[in-house]
């Protein structure tokens, strides 16, 4: 009895691959990845938002025919997999990442295990000749059974785990032998080439005679072993062979002849101290900025006065950012959810002692100022800069700017930008830090008032004297590593404090995504 499952990849394109009770689920995943010519083991199968154990066939994994099948990606990272290593009635457990192949599983546990052979048997026979009956020893192939499905041939067993539909969990490996024609020696020699022919980058030791037959001796030679852990990557463990007898007596030249000769460093020439001529080196000029700028003994003289942008086009503009820093990431969505969800809810007005209390939090902030540093940008680019203390009005201001204007006697006002109403800074005796609430920074851009002369606004906005000393704005290249691991905050009106981290990936697959973005945006009909 035939039947079929229906497999949906990644980008929708549907295929039927053809089942019976006894097809494996790793050889459905190859036919389904050959089907839509992509890489078998990059993906995996998905049912009902389950991952399904491809190690199995299709009669003991539950799926009924016709069932829809996911095709997802695989992580990149092996996993850890329990393994129960059965051979001859004895059971061995270690964890091994799922990345090793089946040859490697059984070289490791016979590293963790002393006595114990499973790639190195040889079991004598006897054959007659003219000169009577002679022993030889001959390679037992080992054979590999995962849940009824054998493994004999090198090829095989060069299969990793998850290869074999092995990805995570537990799972039972049952190793027995077979006999060949082949004997110990030359079955050696053939495993160690095609293990260097696979792997070339890795030394693999040609192995001689063996020291014991088939009875739970060591093995006979040891190809490169890599110990896992659960914490840390492969490491290469030494090598150990066993060679001929005759072989053995010059191990010794041969492990000195193996030894990497290392050239002898080249002397450094010392320097004499009193060759050393004491020279005074100039420190290199500092570039102007906005921070380097001088405490004038007039008030009101500008601390710094600025030149127009050389270009016309915005430094902003001419910054190339990657399109992926505007890609919304889950911390946006989860962040417009609380917004929403705190929008929704009822908010209890404050009592006059708590909007006294807030008040007063209010001012000793303010009070605890000292001074405060604006920059007043003109209608021709230009700028300049003064520092102001809590005292300072707006009447100063005013009066400072009128200080460097080419046309004192034209109207303007001073705007604070980002402001919805807008507020403008009046010629009056409101304090700049009590009353307009200005800290730390402060930009305040001149627009002409609707009075001002055609003439001022065509010609240069500061006076002779002022321009000569303005200075090229030099902004520094800041770097942005570090802005993927700012907080997002909540919300502006959070109470709470809830902060949640902004990252660039959350180690999600694109069905929690899809999950977590259902949950935003609501469509009608749904809970």
Partial sequence: MSAHVEVVSTDLRRTKVKVTPGTYLIDVLGEACQKFNLNSDKYQLKHKQKLIDLSGPFRTSGLVPGAKLELVQKSKSAAVVSIALGVNGQRYTKKLSSDMTLWQV?????????????????????????????????????????????????????????????????????????????????????????????EPDQPITQAGEPSAPATGSAPAIEEPIEDLTLAAGPKPVK??????????????????AAVPVTP????????????????????????????????????????????????????????????????????????????????AQNQRLKSDAELAADAAEEAARLAKITRVDIKVRFPDQTSAQWTVTPEHTGAFLYKAVKGVMAHP?????????????????????KRLVADY???????????????????????????????????????????QEGEDEKEVQ??????????????????????????????????????
């Fill in 409 to 429: 006697d034209q109207p303007f006002r001073l705007i604070l930008p980002g402001t919805h109403p807008i507020v403008a800074v009046q010629d009056g005796n």
């Fill in 106 to 198: 059984m070289r490791q546990f016979e590293v963790a295990e002393p006595g114990l052979n499973l790639t190195g048997r040889g079991t004598p026979k006897s054959s007659t000749g003219p000169q009577g009956t002679s022993g030889q020893l001959y390679f037992e192939a080992p054979v590999v059974n995962i849940m009824g499905r054998e493994y004999t041939s090198m090829e095989d067993l060069q299969k990793t785990l998850s290869q074999c539909g092995i990805n995570s969990g537990n799972i039972v490996l049952r190793v027995s032998f077979r006999d060949t024609d082949k004997t110990l020696y030359e079955a050696m020699q053939d495993i160690g080439q095609y293990l260097k022919e696979v």
């Fill in 239 to 256: 090598e150990s062979t066993l060679a001929e007898p005759e072989l053995q007596v010059g191990s010794a030249e041969a492990a000195t």
């Fill in 437 to 479: 609430k200005l800290r730390g920074r402060a930009l305040l851009n001149l627009v002409w008032d609707d009075a001002a002369s055609e003439e001022a606004r065509k010609s240069p906005f500061l006076k002779g004297s002022v321009a000569s000393r303005a200075q090229e704005v030099v902004v520094p290249d800041v770097a």
């Fill in 264 to 343: 002898a460093a080249e002397p450094v020439p010392k320097t004499d101290p009193m060759d050393i001529v004491d020279e005074v080196v100039a420190a290199p000029p500092v570039p102007p900025t906005e921070n380097t700028t001088s405490e004038p003994s007039d008030p009101l003289a500008p601390t710094g006065v600025f030149n127009a942008p050389s270009s016309t086009t915005p430094l902003a503009a001419r910054v190339q950012v990657d399109d992926s820093v505007y890609e919304p990431t889950i911390a946006h969505a989860q962040l417009r959810q609380q917004q929403l969800l705190q929008r």
């Fill in 490 to 527: 909540a919300g502006p009106s959070s109470s709470s404090g809830q902060e949640v981290k902004r990252k660039g990936d959350h180690g999600l697959d694109s069905d929690a995504v899809k999950k977590k973005l259902g949950k935003l945006f609501k469509l009608p009909g749904r809970k």
